[in-house]
């Protein structure tokens, strides 16, 4: 493993039990994160995002029928972790969460101090209250939020004060990788700038390394390094932030970017026609071929991941092994 890799996937998987079968909602997923990146990961709703933070958080449901595969932190493989020593050394302590609806995350009757400085006092056996406080105090500082309001109560802060105070809770224990779980997504646009300039603010000063959950393409490059697109419970394309935007390989992201309205110039918008196969029976060959329009005989074989130019990696039959464009 590169020492320079905090996260690395490998052939992760989570099925939910139902009664029509198992639903496939994380599927062999791949992929490596450094440490100080934000990875941004894009798509429909319904793709698999928020199962997969929840795969890597082990937050499960007791339905889960299959989770397998390996997450790979500072070189250790804590799938291997029993799940008291997986709440007791990762989870918030190592690995952080932020929520994405962050008055159903808040206590509404505990003050927003005692809050923020829980999980210090869960993960840190050498700290009191007072001090405990203190750290929360700080924090409060770094997500721009006046110090008075940590006496208040979760109801008496806004949406955007509130989303800052999750993201406060879950840097108070210093993690090495904090999760966003769509941040900004019930936030008008004004507070969204103001967040995401705080998120920015936060991986510069301190090398925070990020994993953010989003439908939103424009968020996305706000923070990112790389991106990686979900759909269908599977990572289609992973490729560094830069070319991404200008060069998205896979025709799901194509789609996604053609969708996207600019500044700069007068495109005609796109939409993607049809609707996600059924993860609870998905296709066996490309799972985005129905709604594909460059689809030809090839796409009734699942895809493998092919690497091109750049180290992105596309999973699609455009591409052959060698990385050689096959079909415009």
Not at 10 to 39: H, I, M, P, R, W
Not at 196 to 217: C, R, S, Y
Not at 223 to 244: I, K, N, P, R
């Amino acid at each position: 493993m590169d020492k320079n890799v905090l996260l690395e996937v490998n052939n992760l998987k989570l099925y939910f039990k139902t009664t029509k079968g198992a639903v496939q909602a994380v599927d062999d997923v791949s992929f490596k994160l450094e440490a100080g990146k934000t990875l941004a990961i894009v798509g429909e709703s319904g793709c698999g995002k928020t199962s997969l933070l929840r795969a890597i958080l082990r937050l499960l449901p007791r339905n889960v029928t299959d989770y397998s595969g390996e997450i790979i932190l500072d070189g250790i493989d804590i799938m291997k972790y029993s799940d008291e020593q997986f709440r007791k050394e990762i989870r918030w302590k190592k690995i952080a969460m932020v929520p994405q609806a962050a008055m159903n995350s808040l206590n509404p009757v505990i003050r927003i101090e005692d809050q923020i400085a829980e999980p210090l006092l869960l993960h840190e056996k050498d700290i009191n209250k007072a001090e405990a406080i203190q750290k929360a105090s700080e924090i409060f500082k770094i997500v721009g939020l006046p110090l008075d309001f940590l006496s208040r109560y979760p109801f008496e802060l806004s949406g955007g004060m509130r989303q800052r105070a999750t993201i406060a809770m879950a840097l108070v224990t210093n993690p090495e990788l904090v999760v966003l779980d769509e941040p900004s997504s019930a936030l008008d646009l004004l507070t969204q700038a103001n967040l995401m300039n705080v998120l920015k603010k936060i991986k510069q000063d301190f090398g925070t390394t990020f994993i953010l959950i989003t439908h939103d393409i424009g968020t996305a490059s706000e923070l990112a390094d790389e991106v990686a697109v979900m759909y269908a419970g599977e990572m289609v394309e992973q490729c560094h932030a830069q070319y991404f935007y200008t060069e998205a390989r896979h025709p799901y992201s194509r789609k996604l970017m053609d969708s996207v309205p600019t500044l700069r110039e007068d495109k005609e918008l796109v939409f993607i026609p049809g609707q996600p196969p059924s993860l609870i029976n998905p296709p066996t060959g490309c799972r985005f071929a129905e709604r594909c329009d460059k689809r030809f005989a090839k796409c009734s074989e699942h895809p493998i991941p092919t690497e091109l130019e750049h180290d992105q990696q596309v999973q699609c039959w455009l591409y052959n092994e060698m990385g050689e464009k096959k079909h415009a």
